[in-house]
Nanobody, 126 residues
Framework: QDQLVESGGGSVQAGGSLRLSCVAS????????MGWFRQSPTKEREGVAS???????RRADFVEGRFTISRDVAKNTLYLQMNSLKPEDTAMYYC????????????????????WGQGTQVTVSS
Protein backbone atom coordinates (compact mmCIF):
# COMPACT_ATOMS: atom_id res chain seq x y z
CA GLN A 1 0.00 0.00 0.00
CA ASP A 2 1.38 3.39 -1.01
CA GLN A 3 2.11 5.63 1.93
CA LEU A 4 3.80 8.99 2.56
CA VAL A 5 5.08 10.00 5.99
CA GLU A 6 6.26 13.56 6.66
CA SER A 7 8.59 14.69 9.41
CA GLY A 8 10.79 17.65 10.32
CA GLY A 9 8.20 20.19 11.32
CA GLY A 10 8.45 22.20 14.51
CA SER A 11 8.47 25.65 16.07
CA VAL A 12 11.08 28.21 15.04
CA GLN A 13 11.56 31.94 15.25
CA ALA A 14 11.28 34.15 12.21
CA GLY A 15 14.40 33.92 10.09
CA GLY A 16 15.04 30.34 11.09
CA SER A 17 15.20 27.20 8.99
CA LEU A 18 13.59 23.78 8.86
CA ARG A 19 14.02 20.77 6.62
CA LEU A 20 10.96 18.67 5.98
CA SER A 21 11.22 15.06 4.84
CA CYS A 22 8.65 12.81 3.22
CA VAL A 23 9.40 9.10 3.09
CA ALA A 24 7.47 7.07 0.57
CA SER A 25 6.73 3.38 0.94
CA UNK A 26 4.94 0.86 -1.20
CA UNK A 27 6.60 1.84 -4.46
CA UNK A 28 9.50 3.90 -5.82
CA UNK A 29 9.16 7.65 -6.32
CA UNK A 30 11.34 7.47 -9.44
CA UNK A 31 8.44 7.93 -11.84
CA UNK A 32 6.30 10.11 -9.62
CA UNK A 33 5.30 13.72 -9.73
CA MET A 34 5.56 14.99 -6.16
CA GLY A 35 4.80 18.17 -4.31
CA TRP A 36 4.70 19.99 -1.02
CA PHE A 37 1.52 21.76 0.02
CA ARG A 38 0.45 23.70 3.06
CA GLN A 39 -2.76 24.62 4.76
CA SER A 40 -3.57 26.92 7.65
CA PRO A 41 -6.94 27.23 9.44
CA THR A 42 -7.81 30.36 7.48
CA LYS A 43 -6.63 29.33 4.01
CA GLU A 44 -7.25 26.65 1.45
CA ARG A 45 -4.53 24.12 0.72
CA GLU A 46 -1.91 25.72 -1.53
CA GLY A 47 1.05 24.42 -3.48
CA VAL A 48 4.51 25.29 -2.20
CA ALA A 49 6.86 23.44 -4.54
CA SER A 50 6.80 20.47 -6.89
CA UNK A 51 9.17 18.16 -8.73
CA UNK A 52 8.51 16.06 -11.80
CA UNK A 53 9.71 12.55 -12.59
CA UNK A 54 12.81 13.96 -14.31
CA UNK A 55 13.80 16.11 -11.35
CA UNK A 56 12.72 19.49 -12.69
CA UNK A 57 11.21 21.69 -10.02
CA ARG A 58 8.75 24.52 -9.63
CA ARG A 59 8.05 26.86 -6.70
CA ALA A 60 5.17 29.08 -5.73
CA ASP A 61 5.75 32.81 -6.09
CA PHE A 62 5.40 33.41 -2.35
CA VAL A 63 8.42 31.18 -1.71
CA GLU A 64 10.62 33.94 -3.14
CA GLY A 65 13.61 31.62 -3.36
CA ARG A 66 13.52 30.77 0.35
CA PHE A 67 12.44 27.14 -0.09
CA THR A 68 14.07 24.35 -2.08
CA ILE A 69 12.44 21.07 -3.03
CA SER A 70 14.58 18.04 -3.73
CA ARG A 71 14.34 14.29 -3.81
CA ASP A 72 16.57 11.32 -3.16
CA VAL A 73 15.31 8.45 -5.28
CA ALA A 74 17.64 5.96 -3.60
CA LYS A 75 16.11 6.81 -0.24
CA ASN A 76 12.60 7.19 -1.67
CA THR A 77 12.42 10.53 0.09
CA LEU A 78 11.23 14.02 -0.81
CA TYR A 79 12.63 17.07 0.99
CA LEU A 80 11.71 20.70 1.50
CA GLN A 81 14.46 22.97 2.79
CA MET A 82 12.90 26.11 4.21
CA ASN A 83 15.06 29.13 5.03
CA SER A 84 14.26 32.66 6.17
CA LEU A 85 10.96 31.49 7.59
CA LYS A 86 8.23 34.05 8.24
CA PRO A 87 5.23 33.93 10.60
CA GLU A 88 2.96 33.66 7.55
CA ASP A 89 4.64 30.34 6.70
CA THR A 90 2.91 28.83 9.73
CA ALA A 91 0.79 25.92 8.49
CA MET A 92 0.42 22.17 8.27
CA TYR A 93 2.71 20.97 5.49
CA TYR A 94 1.78 17.95 3.38
CA CYS A 95 3.61 15.99 0.74
CA UNK A 96 1.75 14.39 -2.13
CA UNK A 97 2.47 12.04 -5.01
CA UNK A 98 0.99 11.40 -8.41
CA UNK A 99 1.96 8.04 -9.90
CA UNK A 100 1.19 9.04 -13.45
CA UNK A 101 3.96 11.62 -13.68
CA UNK A 102 3.43 15.17 -14.87
CA UNK A 103 4.67 17.98 -17.09
CA UNK A 104 7.98 19.74 -16.56
CA UNK A 105 8.38 21.15 -13.09
CA UNK A 106 5.42 19.38 -11.59
CA UNK A 107 2.01 20.59 -10.49
CA UNK A 108 1.23 23.17 -7.79
CA UNK A 109 -2.50 22.50 -7.53
CA UNK A 110 -3.71 19.80 -5.13
CA UNK A 111 -6.40 18.16 -7.23
CA UNK A 112 -4.34 15.81 -9.48
CA UNK A 113 -2.44 14.26 -6.57
CA UNK A 114 -3.79 10.95 -5.38
CA UNK A 115 -1.52 10.03 -2.47
CA TRP A 116 -1.17 12.30 0.57
CA GLY A 117 0.72 12.19 3.82
CA GLN A 118 -0.70 13.08 7.22
CA GLY A 119 1.17 16.36 7.43
CA THR A 120 3.74 17.96 9.70
CA GLN A 121 3.11 21.22 11.58
CA VAL A 122 5.36 24.23 11.05
CA THR A 123 4.99 27.17 13.43
CA VAL A 124 7.00 30.36 12.98
CA SER A 125 6.95 32.97 15.73
CA SER A 126 7.86 36.63 15.34
Amino acid sequence: QDQLVESGGGSVQAGGSLRLSCVASGSTIRSDCMGWFRQSPTKEREGVASVDQSGYTRRADFVEGRFTISRDVAKNTLYLQMNSLKPEDTAMYYCAALRAGCSRGGILTPSPYTIWGQGTQVTVSS
